[in-house]
């Protein structure tokens, strides 16, 4: 399946190293590109921060930047710059979801309070991820966490909620504490 249009032609010169073939290419590729980048980003939230220009352009300069590519025909370009643009949004999400757990963020402190806040969807989404953990292991300790953390209550508001002594529900906050703060410090 070789092709021996232009815009295979200008892929060549560009593997080749002639720097104004990449210049020639862009404005062949644009609109398709772009149109491309425009399919993929309508999957995801619509306050999404990559803008289907940056998109394009990221992917193109990863595309051309393929030194060693035999370029055999336009489709097998455009193949491999929509796997481009897919793995720059996943990276993209895997950014944001890294950021959204604590990604180069010190660990929680879990103070009395878990030392975390419900107004900050970081400490939710995390606490939230290791209690699921929790609940496999002690359920009624994540109870108690869950009641502490979300609801606002004291141990001996908890103790009657649960039907145990307080003195068992500040056992189980002791060990959930640093089981959570294990856990939390993977994440």
Known sequence: ?????????????AAAGDPSASSDLIDLVYRELRQQ???LLRKEKSAHSLQPTALVHEAFMQVIGYERMDWRARAQFFAIAATQMRRILVDHARGRN???RGGGV????????????????TDVLAVHEALEDLEGLDPRAAKGVTLRFFGGFSSPEIAAILGVSTRTVEGDWAMARVWLRQALATR
Not at 2 to 13: N, Q, Y
Not at 106 to 121: A, F, I, V, W
Request: charged content about 20%; cysteine-free.
């Open 106 to 121: 010190p660990p929680l402190s879990l103070s009395e309070g878990l030392g975390l806040s419900t107004e900050n969807d």
């Open 37 to 39: 980048a425009q399919l």
């Open 1 to 13: 399946m070789e092709d021996s249009g232009p815009i295979t032609a200008l892929l060549r010169l």
């Open 98 to 100: 890294a950021v959204r």
